[in-house]
């Protein structure tokens, strides 16, 4: 059974600092491509960052600069590393894993991050 589990959420405030866990399981996890996605209220979910089963990253503009995407394949888990905080930020952040060659998806159930003063 595959799981992807996130871990790592909160309330914070403007400015704090954030480092999202997901741990998996099910799945060998080095071939696959890891991400974050979120979804704010009445938005669409989107990509904040990737990285791929070779450790390439990619960043979503509006956090570039601020979040670093790692994993370790040995643990099979990956974060997000979130500084400079905003309130465009609070969504729910989903863990994203994908078979870099047969395009299966899984999902995890997603941890919320909220930020105010």
């Known amino acids: 059974q595959v799981q992807l589990v996130e871990s790592g959420g909160g309330s914070v405030q403007p400015g704090d600092t954030l480092r999202l866990s997901c741990a998996a399981s099910g799945i060998r996890f080095r071939v696959y491509d890891m991400g974050w996605y979120r979804q704010a209220p009445g938005k669409q979910r989107e990509l904040v960052a990737e990285?791929?089963?070779?450790?390439?990253?990619k960043y979503a503009e509006y956090v570039k600069g601020r979040f670093t995407i790692s994993r370790d394949s040995a643990a099979e888990t990956m974060s997000l590393q979130m500084s400079s905080l905003n309130p465009e930020d609070t969504a729910v952040y989903y863990c994203?894993?994908?078979?870099?060659?047969?395009?299966?998806?899984?999902w995890g159930q997603g941890t919320q991050v909220t930020v105010s003063s």
């Open positions: 990285i791929s089963s070779s450790g390439s990253t």
């Open positions: 994203h894993a994908r078979h870099n060659w047969a395009g299966i998806d899984y």
